[in-house]
Nanobody, 126 residues
Framework: QVQLVESGGGLVQAGGSLRLSCAASGRTFSSYPMGWFRQAPGKEREFVAVINWNSDSTVYADSVKGRFSISRDNAKNTVALQMNSLKPDDTAVYSC???????????????????WGQGTQVTVSS
């Protein structure tokens, strides 16, 4: 069965950095977009970033643009999210997800994604 497992979350001070990783198993996702979403307490799950199959296209939420960077390693079936200049508002559970197909203007939509990980907690202190 398909499984996505996130790692790398933790507690960091504002201005610091974290690198999240998502390892997929049960299926190879080299041909599919992979992305990250986050959900803070009391808020809707929101799109963070996505990368297409060959890493030649990315989309970022405006709130993280210039601070976060998404990457993938198809040989390892993983996707990562490098988070720099972290802010308290970045505090959330971060989940990776696999989309059905690439469509740039639809990649920020939850319904575009087929598989989801359980998430990893990121807490940014002020």
């Amino acid at each position: 069965q398909v499984q996505l497992v996130e790692s790398g979350g933790g507690l960091v001070q504002a201005g610091g950095s974290l690198r999240l990783s998502c390892a997929a198993s049960g299926r190879t996702f080299s041909s599919y977009p992979m992305g990250w979403f986050r959900q803070a307490p009391g808020k809707e799950r929101e799109f963070v970033a996505v990368i297409n199959w060959n890493s030649d296209s990315t989309v970022y939420a405006d709130s993280v643009k210039g601070r976060f960077s998404i990457s993938r390693d198809n040989a390892k079936n993983t996707v990562a999210l490098q988070m720099n200049s972290l802010k308290p508002d970045d505090t959330a559970v971060y989940s990776c997800a696999v989309a059905r197909a690439w469509a740039a203007q639809a990649m920020n939509m939850i319904k575009s994604y087929r598989y989801w990980g359980q998430g990893t907690q990121v807490t940014v202190s002020s």
